[in-house]
């Protein structure tokens, strides 16, 4: 916990209201009470008068939106602030106070991996040699970690998943604000990463942990080597990732999709369920209607694709060389 006081002192600022006791930053839509957070325009005004919570990062021209009783800290950059106060908020690496490991009995965790404390490991789990798995990281029953796997802390890994070497989950995710003279602000990533059941995701792999809260891969989904997830996605349920495919942060795909490889999504997009993209598909906006199939870069419905390429094979043909 850390006194509001304390967050405003650090950025600089005054705070107007009374002090309050926060235990977590959350983005506006998601904040609890005693959780700070941030409006970063004035699109967000409309969401400022319906938050739960009551501590505020804010500019001067939304503080007539805030909820009632409000707490809050006027700054001049409040993506900057934003970025300096998640600093305080930041967990160490590593839990030296929780209490020693909970292991199954029948789980098999080789003498060169290494598990910090409060980290809970299921039944029939397998864990070889070179595999950290960080502190709080919970690994639920029958899952197999190949060498070399790391686990960042506060991971949730699901029952019956593998995970094949050299894969990474919950590093941070890419995100920094910017000062005027161009120095990039750390945004400190306090969220984690939810695995669900059934998951398998191979080698050298990296799913990014959250900003706040998850980013969540459901259950069954499948990812193949050469993959990243960043920050805060959403990968539907038994959905297929072939290699070399990179998803933006904030990105959602829906339940059932197909991603062929080196294929790229965006950031912040919201792509519907069994949508399929070919190899090398770029996306850049939101898919809203199900059971398309799209390919290319721009994105287009593959038929419209396949009719462009045919267009241009016989374009290419009817060129005569001098």
């Known amino acids: 916990m850390i006194l509001f006081s304390a967050v405003a002192k650090h950025l600089g600022y005054d705070l107007i209201g009374n002090d309050l006791e926060l235990h977590s930053m959350n983005e506006l839509a998601l904040a609890l009470p005693l959780q700070l957070t941030f409006a970063l325009g004035k699109k967000y005004a409309s969401n400022l008068s319906h938050s739960a919570s009551n501590a505020f990062l804010i500019s001067h021209d939304l503080v007539k939106f805030l909820p009632q009783n409000a707490s809050y800290v006027v700054c001049e950059n409040v993506s900057l602030s934003m970025a300096y106060a998640t600093k305080l908020f930041a967990p160490k690496p590593i839990d030296f106070h929780s209490p020693h490991a909970k292991i199954a009995s029948n789980s098999y965790i080789d003498t060169m991996a290494k598990v910090e404390n409060g980290a809970v490991i299921g039944s029939n789990v397998t864990i070889m040699a070179g595999v950290y798995v960080g502190s709080n990281v919970v690994i639920g029953d029958n899952t197999i970690l190949y060498?070399?796997?790391?686990?960042?802390?506060?991971?949730?890994?699901?029952?019956?998943?593998?995970i094949h070497a050299g894969t990474v989950i919950g590093a941070d995710g890419f995100g920094f604000s910017h000062t005027a003279m161009g120095e990039h602000i750390k945004i400190y990533q306090n969220g984690n990463v939810i695995i669900e059941d059934d998951v398998e995701i191979g080698a050298n792999c990296a799913i990014d942990r959250a900003?706040?809260?998850?980013?969540?891969?459901?259950?069954?989904?499948?990812?193949?080597?050469?993959?990243?997830?960043?920050?805060?996605?959403?990968i539907g349920a038994h959905s297929i990732f072939v290699a070399q495919t990179g998803v933006g942060g904030s990105t959602k795909l829906g339940r059932n999709c197909v991603v062929s490889g080196q294929s790229a999504f965006s950031d912040h997009l919201d792509i519907a369920p069994f949508s399929t993209f070919?190899?090398?598909?770029?996306v850049t906006k939101s898919i809203k209607e199900s059971g398309g199939t799209y390919s290319g870069y721009p994105l287009m419905e593959h038929r419209e694709w396949r009719r462009l390429q045919g267009k241009i094979a016989k374009l290419n043909s009817s060129v005569t060389t001098p």
């Open 211 to 234: 900003v706040f809260n998850s980013t969540l891969i459901k259950k069954g989904s499948k990812l193949d080597n050469f993959i990243h997830i960043a920050h805060n996605c959403e």
């Open 278 to 282: 070919t190899a090398r598909s770029g």
């Open 147 to 162: 060498p070399n796997v790391t686990i960042y802390r506060d991971c949730i890994i699901g029952a019956n998943c593998t």
